[in-house]
């Protein structure tokens, strides 16, 4: 239930927000401010509970991992809207921060839960994994901004979109900025589930296709970010190779869950 | 409602015109307690900038301000009939209200959409308010004038956007970098135009300048102005890399920055981005170095455009403008209306209301003892037949609010009515 209304209020701050996509001056309405951070709040509200249940962090079944990934988004944009005022990024943060509450909020049969699952590791794990994606998440939004205002700008004409979206140099610090925090978290979560998969699981556990899509993930990340820190890539290149970076994330997020045997997300028989 | 506006503006009379008839800020408050206090003006307000004079004044029912208006601007405003006539714009009521949105909204300035008449507007309105020159119609237009400005500034786009090149300029830059803290700025020869722009530059928060020219004492003087340092014409090349931010105006014939050059000076500012502002004609930037990642190459023509672009955004913003403020003239207009007839409207149905049970009681003894149901037919009857009767007087005096012969209309139907205390 009190999902459900946080879900109601982020589409209320969604809808709340698009008037002010439309004018240039970068301020959410106050309206939709109020509507995200009580949206925000009761999300959180949620996970206390649902983690004083279970006694631990409730990332631990696919329900409750998407709901956590959905008020990491969240919070990320609040933080990062106070900040920078980058209204336009909640444009493109903001309806995937519904569409992760809704199914969130959909999957409303008994939360999957097994015996391998407890633990403080797979916590820890599950978390930083979550942390690490909103962050490559926001990179590849600041690379969508970077390259629409860098066009824009050699373009040499003005488009209603030049006024709207933020500088080429704010884009290019969010960029670096997102992708150090996804880069470290990736790491932490990479770390912890080594950890934890060679206590636990049984059989050859490096084989498994969701650790190993995982591992080139954070090896594209891992070249992003050294391109970014040497200043070797042009910052074009460097916004492809984010896009690039975060369909790898999409694949290994989603596509090869299925074939994943451990990573399943599903009870096994 | 009696408003008069009297005024002159950069669209009606030359400097010269506006300059005489200026009134000085310090002469302001006095003024408005003089004009106030003279026979037949109720309330007063002055709005006094270098591109317009606005005098409005609401005058006592059925009484001509506008003699005495004149009397006023001959002896504040240094107006004089004969010269200044064909200057003057005069309106009334409805056209006062209007005139007063417009200005606020910045749409009667020179500059459509220059952000600082609201501004001024603002202090016009608390200087009369101050003076007690505003005390009833006439504030509440001045107060729905600046509610209006700032609606406009808040739905609208107008005067959101550089309608100049230097500003373009700047706007540009603020695109690119954000801020402009910290940026260093390179003057590539000393002429009126790139010294105009590095001033905006440097008013925006560019603080390190670095300044070439052929003759050299030209760069130094230049540099010592901005605070900056010189550099000699032909090291030019090994100060670029600093730079973030190069406005050229050479009169080279060839292209001071080559291609190949700013490949040169890119490479070693590790992908750090780099605008060239070329107000030189020929130019000084070859148009190829903006194919290069990380430069921004923007030509004279270049700036002119986007100020073309934004003039033509300014255009539209301004129709979008003209629009609230016809909405927001109509709406004052009637709220205004509403409340001047009201106790016309008052006494008028207060009468017939009299009329109605007088008549009633009148004939209780002849219609004999009534039903309750015919009881309430006979007064839904009566009323019924008043309300019609007052519903055509009464939308037509609505109808007329601000019109010229709008209060001899009420007076007519006062009197037709026998409402005339």
């Not at chain 1, 959909?106 to 939360?111: D, F, Q, T």
């Not at chain 1, 970014?228 to 042009?234: E, H, L, Q, V």
């Not at chain 2, 408005?32 to 109720?42: F, P």
Request: charged share 20%.
């Amino acid at each position: 239930m009190l999902l459900w209304i946080a879900l109601g209020l982020y589409g209320l701050g969604i809808l709340f927000t698009l008037p002010s996509v439309a004018s240039r001056r970068p301020a959410l309405p106050r309206s939709a401010l109020i509507a995200l951070c009580c949206g925000l709040a009761l999300h959180g509200a949620w996970l206390g509970m649902a983690a004083a249940r279970l006694q631990r962090l409730p990332v631990t079944d696919v329900h409750s991992a998407i709901s956590f990934f959905a008020f990491d988004l969240t919070l990320a944009f609040l933080i990062i809207y106070l900040r920078y005022r980058l209204v336009w990024l909640g444009l493109f943060m903001l309806p995937f921060v519904f569409l992760l509450a809704l199914a969130a909020a959909l999957e409303a049969g008994p939360s999957f839960d097994s015996a391998s699952f407890r633990g403080g590791w797979v916590a820890v794990h599950v978390a930083s994994m979550f942390l690490g994606y909103t962050g490559f998440f926001i990179t590849f939004a600041a690379a969508l901004m970077y390259l629409i205002q860098e066009r824009q700008l050699k373009s040499k004409h003005v488009r209603p979109l030049y006024q709207r979206l933020p500088p080429l140099e704010v884009c290019d610090r969010l960029y670096y900025r997102s992708l150090i925090f996804g880069n470290i978290f990736l790491a932490l979560g990479l770390v912890t589930g080594f950890v934890w998969a060679s206590r636990t699981w049984t059989g050859p556990w490096q084989y498994d296709p969701k650790i190993l899509a995982t591992l080139v993930t954070w090896l594209i990340y891992l070249v992003l970010f050294s391109a970014r820190a040497s200043g070797t890539w042009p910052g074009r290149r460097s916004a492809y190779g984010a896009i690039f970076g975060f369909a790898a994330v999409m694949v290994t997020f989603l596509g090869v869950t299925f074939l994943s045997g451990q990573h399943g997300f599903l009870p096994r028989p | 409602m009696n408003l008069v506006l009297v005024g002159i503006s950069h669209r009606s009379a030359p400097v010269e015109v506006r300059e005489r008839m200026s009134l000085h800020e310090s002469r302001l408050s006095a003024a408005l307690s003089d004009l106030v206090a003279r026979d037949g003006i109720r309330e007063a307000l002055i709005l006094s900038t270098c591109n317009r004079v606005d005098l409005a004044a609401a005058g006592e029912e059925g009484q001509e301000a506008e003699p005495t208006l004149r009397q006023f601007l001959a002896e504040y405003h240094r107006y004089d009939p004969t010269a200044h006539d064909r200057h003057l714009y005069w309106y009334r009521n409805a056209d006062v209200v209007r005139h007063l949105f417009r200005v606020a909204c910045s749409l009667d300035s020179m500059i459509v959409g220059e952000p600082q008449i609201l501004g001024q507007f603002k202090q016009a309105y608390l200087a009369a308010r101050e003076a007690g020159a505003l005390s009833g119609v006439l504030r509440d237009i001045s107060e729905q004038a600046l509610a209006v400005g700032r609606r406009v500034r808040r739905e609208t786009e107008l005067g959101a956007s550089a309608v100049s090149v230097s500003y373009a300029a700047v706007e540009l830059a603020r695109k690119i970098f954000g801020t402009l803290q910290g940026k260093t700025i390179f003057i590539l020869g000393a002429g009126k135009m790139s010294e105009l722009a590095a001033r905006h530059l440097v008013s925006s928060g560019a603080s390190s300048i670095l300044v070439a020219n052929r003759t050299f004492s030209r760069a130094e003087e230049l540099a010592a102005a901005f605070g900056g340092t010189a550099v000699q014409f032909d090291d030019v090349l090994n100060h670029l890399q600093r730079a973030d931010i190069v406005i050229s105006s050479t009169g080279s014939p060839d292209f001071v920055v080559t291609r190949a050059a700013a490949e040169a000076l890119l490479a070693g500012r590790k992908q750090r981005p780099m605008f060239f502002i070329d107000i030189a004609v020929p130019r000084d930037i070859d148009p190829a170095v903006n194919d290069l990642d990380n430069a921004f190459v923007y030509d004279i023509d270049d700036l002119e455009q986007v100020v073309k672009e934004n003039l033509a955004e300014r255009r539209r913003e301004a129709a979008r403008a003209e629009k609230i403020v016809e909405e927001e003239v109509e709406r004052t207009l009637r709220r205004l209306a509403s409340r001047e007839l009201a106790p016309t409207i008052v006494a008028l149905e207060q009468r017939m209301e009299g009329i109605r049970r007088a008549e009633i009681e009148r004939y209780r003894g002849r219609l004999g003892e009534l039903t309750p149901a015919q009881r309430e037919s006979v007064e839904a009857l009566t009323r019924g037949m008043l309300s019609k009767i007052l519903h055509g007087p009464i939308t037509e005096m609505k109808s007329r609010v601000g019109g010229p012969e709008h209060s001899a209309l009420v007076s007519l139907v006062r009197r037709m009515f026998g409402v005339n205390e």
